[in-house]
């Protein structure tokens, strides 16, 4: 039965590649590193669902009865890729995603919103805390590339303030970190929400935002 070899081929590459990123980065980093790497992992699985896992790619894979060198690289560059960026919107040298540290002063008058607003992003409708921002998208080509941006978008893009926002995830010891422009979140008041982490960015909450702390307050001295 060479086509139940094949599909066990396949299944055992598909499953080794993972395992091993599972091993190798759960077991180092931090609570909300590992958190971050697990929300990756998960849309990698999307996409390895969507990519390799339909009928019509079982049925040429099964007809030639192994993964090719080509698409066994790509498999492995794609979790490479994933890793790293989700990483790197934790935290990064380069200033992506709302985490430099030159102060946001003059403040322009199109950013919206403030640090330590409470917001609602509209696609999933999400309640998280704003913890930065940048006037424009300040992201790596290769984040861009996965979000499958048009050139008309991406120049439309950067010039829109984006947020770098804090969210709650499964269960209330994860976090989840969003870089959201500004047209996809609106303030949303009347709400304290229980977001990991919030302690090592503000004080407290005053009944209607989040008071920074120092450290914060010297990135976004008009907020």
Request: negative net charge.
């Amino acid at each position: 039965m060479p086509q139940l070899t094949a599909a066990l081929q396949v299944a055992l590459l598909l499953s080794a590649v993972p395992a091993q990123y599972l091993l190798s980065r759960w077991t180092s980093g931090t609570a909300a590193q590992r958190s971050l790497a697990t929300q990756g992992i998960l849309d990698t699985l999307k996409w390895v669902k969507e990519s390799y896992l339909n009928m019509a790619v079982w049925e040429d894979w099964l007809n030639s009865w192994f993964l090719s060198k080509e698409e066994e690289m790509d498999f492995r560059q794609a979790l490479e890729e994933t890793f790293s960026l989700e990483l790197m919107m934790q935290n990064n040298d380069q200033g992506y995603f709302g985490v430099s540290e030159e102060p946001r002063s003059p403040r322009p008058e199109y950013v919206l919103h403030r640090v330590g607003e409470v917001i609602m992003e509209t696609q999933n409708n999400m309640v998280g805390v704003i913890v930065g921002w940048d006037t424009g998208l300040r992201a790596p080509p290769e984040w861009i590339k996965r979000k499958k941006y048009t050139d008309s978008e991406v120049q439309k893009l950067e010039d829109t303030p984006h947020y770098r926002i804090l969210f709650s995830g499964p269960d209330q010891s994860s976090l989840l970190i969003g870089y959201i422009p500004q047209t996809a979140i609106h303030r949303f008041d009347g709400l304290q929400p229980d977001i990991p982490t919030l302690g090592n960015y503000f004080y407290h909450f005053d009944g209607k935002r989040f008071v920074m702390q120092e450290w914060l307050k010297e990135r976004y001295p008009e907020d």
